[in-house]
């Protein structure tokens, strides 16, 4: 039959990955004396494979992305190499790529925390994390553009301090707690955070203040997440409503201790603290983006207990910081990892 006499009776595709191999490329450097000047030359290695290790950038960039974002074990990671890709490696040589990747990984944890502390808006959080069978606190600094994560020995106020070092936010988003507060101009509080405390003043009894504080919460939080659908003007006037509404739930009298301490808390220090996310809509009423760059780092924590030296939890957290600021460029976590292990990939996408 012709072409003619034909129809597409049927159209489907068949996807499938041939056998992985891993590519060995033999590089030969060679010697010579110049007979013009009677010096001895020596060829120069490739750039993108120099002596030493091996292992190249694509090798390191798979080790560090499925060590550090799924949580798989070194000596898991032999087995997945060695049937996965047929690469047969030691847990000692996983290590050594690790630790041999801390040197890029630094260099680019830097560039993002300068990118951060630059920004006008910062968020922060923090969580705990095992390092050599101690108790250590992973801290999460983040804008809209680059997330910096650190492992460090203390909770303390000094670390967002140091963090920050000469440089000051226009407005910093974060919880309560007192080692997050004070390092920028003006401060949002989380009211998710305030929203959970409420809740628990209602659950100890109190059935004057707390349940319209939550519900004024809640409220504020609806706002806020309609500002993109809605104008300046509508926004100054929710503004307004709401501060009215504010005042009027801090004269009441809590029903209980609880909720005394909650209304306390508001009414000496919070006043200005809850709505500011009304006047500047580059702020969110919630810390959810830094809680929600923590939660990886939370899993991690129960599926491995953390890190048996300094080394290992400074090249988590560096990655962790990558991994996070490409997702926020549309990047995968893959990519981000082998731009930066590779200088002639990361040229090419410059």
Same mark, same amino acid.
């Given at each position: 039959?012709?072409?003619?006499?034909?129809?597409?009776?049927?159209?489907?595709?068949?996807?499938?990955?041939?056998?992985?191999?891993?590519?060995?490329?033999?590089?030969?450097?060679?010697?010579?004396?110049?007979?013009?000047?009677?010096?001895?030359?020596?060829?120069?290695?490739?750039?993108?494979?120099?002596?030493?290790?091996?292992?190249?950038?694509?090798? $390191?960039?798979?080790?560090?992305?499925? !060590?550090?974002? !799924?949580? $798989?074990?070194?000596?898991?990671?032999?087995?997945?190499?060695?049937?996965?890709?047929?690469?047969?490696?030691?847990?000692?040589?996983?290590?050594n790529m690790l630790a041999r990747a801390a040197i890029p990984f630094a260099a680019e944890a830097d560039r993002i925390a300068d990118i951060v502390?630059?920004?006008?808006?910062?968020?922060?959080?923090?969580?705990?994390?095992?390092?050599?069978?101690?108790?250590?606190?992973?801290?999460?600094? *983040?804008?809209?553009?680059?997330?910096?994560?650190?492992?460090?020995?203390?909770?303390?106020?000094?670390?967002?301090?140091?963090?920050?070092?000469?440089?000051?936010?226009?407005?910093?988003?974060?919880?309560?707690?007192?080692?997050?507060?004070?390092? *920028?101009?003006?401060?949002?509080?989380?009211?998710?955070?305030?929203?959970?405390? *409420?809740?628990?003043?209602?659950?100890?009894?109190?059935?004057?203040?707390?349940?319209?504080?939550? *519900?004024?919460?809640?409220?504020?939080?609806?706002?806020?997440r309609k500002r993109p659908q809605i104008t300046d003007a509508t926004i100054a006037k929710h503004a307004r409503d709401l501060r009215r509404e504010?005042?009027?739930?801090?004269?009441?009298?809590?029903?209980?201790?609880?909720?005394? !301490?909650l209304r306390a808390s508001m009414a000496v220090d919070a006043r200005d603290k809850l709505l500011l996310f009304l006047t500047r809509r580059d702020?969110?009423?919630?810390?959810?983006?830094?809680?929600?760059?923590?939660?990886?780092?939370?899993?991690?924590?129960?599926?491995?207990?953390?890190?048996?030296?300094?080394?290992?939890?400074?090249?988590?957290?560096?990655?962790?910081?990558?991994?996070?600021?490409?997702?926020?460029?549309?990047?995968?976590?893959?990519?981000?990892?082998?731009?930066?292990?590779?200088?002639?990939?990361?040229?090419?996408?410059?």
């Amino acid at each position: 039959m012709s072409p003619a006499d034909q129809t597409l009776a049927h159209a489907y595709d068949h996807i499938d990955l041939p056998p992985i191999r891993p590519v060995t490329t033999r590089i030969n450097l060679h010697k010579g004396t110049c007979r013009g000047c009677n010096r001895r030359v020596a060829a120069s290695p490739p750039t993108d494979m120099q002596p030493g290790s091996p292992f190249g950038s694509g090798i $390191v960039s798979i080790a560090a992305y499925l !060590h550090g974002c !799924h949580m $798989v074990s070194y000596d898991r990671l032999t087995e997945v190499f060695a049937g996965l890709l047929g690469l047969k490696l030691s847990e000692g040589a996983i290590a050594n790529m690790l630790a041999r990747a801390a040197i890029p990984f630094a260099a680019e944890a830097d560039r993002i925390a300068d990118i951060v502390r630059s920004s006008p808006v910062v968020a922060s959080d923090e969580t705990s994390a095992r390092v050599c069978g101690k108790t250590w606190w992973q801290w999460l600094f *983040a804008s809209t553009s680059a997330v910096y994560h650190t492992i460090v020995p203390t909770r303390g106020r000094k670390v967002p301090v140091e963090f920050l070092g000469d440089s000051k936010p226009k407005v910093w988003i974060s919880d309560r707690l007192a080692a997050q507060c004070k390092h *920028a101009e003006a401060h949002q509080y989380c009211l998710a955070h305030l929203i959970r405390d *409420a809740q628990f003043a209602i659950d100890a009894g109190d059935i004057v203040f707390a349940p319209g504080f939550k *519900a004024f919460l809640k409220r504020a939080c609806a706002i806020g997440r309609k500002r993109p659908q809605i104008t300046d003007a509508t926004i100054a006037k929710h503004a307004r409503d709401l501060r009215r509404e504010l005042d009027r739930l801090l004269d009441l009298e809590p029903t209980n201790t609880e909720g005394s !301490h909650l209304r306390a808390s508001m009414a000496v220090d919070a006043r200005d603290k809850l709505l500011l996310f009304l006047t500047r809509r580059d702020v969110e009423p919630t810390n959810n983006r830094a809680e929600r760059g923590l939660r990886p780092s939370v899993i991690f924590r129960k599926v491995t207990n953390c890190f048996r030296s300094v080394w290992g939890a400074k090249v988590y957290a560096d990655l962790r910081s990558i991994v996070a600021t490409g997702s926020l460029a549309g990047r995968s976590p893959l990519a981000s990892l082998r731009d930066v292990l590779d200088p002639v990939s990361r040229t090419a996408h410059a």
